[in-house]
């Protein structure tokens, strides 16, 4: 069965205080895998996909990286703005299957 | 340009009411999924649809969940007789899918139902 599994569930860091959220995955095979922030009463919001172990990409203050078992979303210098849920999900390869799998998320509190 | 839009927002109905949620999808875009947002759980697929038909409706919790496409645009799913563990938020996504391709999905805002 495909897992996804995000840790921790919920982070509290100071403003500029950097740190990472991890993302472990169990999946017969990965077509790609998917990061979204969450705002409160408002739908995921698309961030980066990844295909294959190795790769990486980074907007403004993010950077998510992936290996064969994990993803990391990487937060350098975060600001209260970017306080949100952040959701990890995979798409697995083979047949007519495209949906995504999610995690449960990591809520982020970044403090002034 | 417009992105995924839901309506309505909010639905408050009764236990055993049918109840109708409407998605439009981004323009264009070839491929629509529902999913749904138990309060404090992540995200469960329901339905995806490649234009008009729906080649995988695993996610369905049972016979009272149904959907529908047409025009490859609008997407109506219905509740039928709801129950209260139906009390969820309904996400539509989109994406611009073509075989052996990988677009990421676009959600709407959602529409959160409330059974009472």
């Known amino acids: 069965e495909d897992q996804v599994t995000q840790s921790p569930e919920a982070l509290r860091l100071q403003e500029g205080e950097s740190s990472s959220l991890n993302c472990s995955y169990t999946?017969?095979?990965?077509?790609?895998l998917f990061w979204y922030r969450q705002d409160p009463g408002k739908g995921p919001e698309f961030l980066f996909t990844?295909?294959?172990a190795g790769e990486e990409k980074e907007k403004e203050r993010l950077k998510a990286t992936l290996t064969k078992k994990e993803s990391f979303l990487h937060i350098t210098a975060p600001k209260p703005e970017d306080s949100a849920t952040y959701l990890c999900?995979?798409?697995?390869?083979?047949?007519?299957?495209?949906?995504?799998?999610f995690g449960s998320g990591t809520q982020l509190t970044v403090l002034p | 340009g417009a992105g995924v839009s839901q309506s309505p927002s909010n639905k408050v109905t009764e236990k055993g009411k049918d109840v109708e949620l409407r998605c439009d999808p981004i323009?264009?875009?070839?491929?629509l999924y529902w999913y749904r947002q138990r309060l404090g759980q992540g995200l469960e697929f329901l339905i995806y649809f490649q234009g008009n038909s729906a080649p995988d409706k695993s996610g369905l919790p049972s016979d009272r969940f149904s959907a529908e496409r047409t025009g490859e645009s609008v997407s109506t799913l219905t509740i039928q007789r709801t129950q209260q563990e139906d009390s969820a938020v309904y996400l539509c996504a989109s994406s611009g899918y073509t075989s052996g391709s990988n677009y990421e999905q676009y959600f709407g805002p959602g529409t959160r139902l409330t059974v009472t």
């Open positions: 999900a995979v798409q697995v390869a083979g047949g007519s299957a495209r949906q995504l799998t």
């Open positions: 999946v017969s095979g990965l077509r790609g």
């Open positions: 323009s264009g875009h070839t491929a």
């Open positions: 990844l295909y294959s």
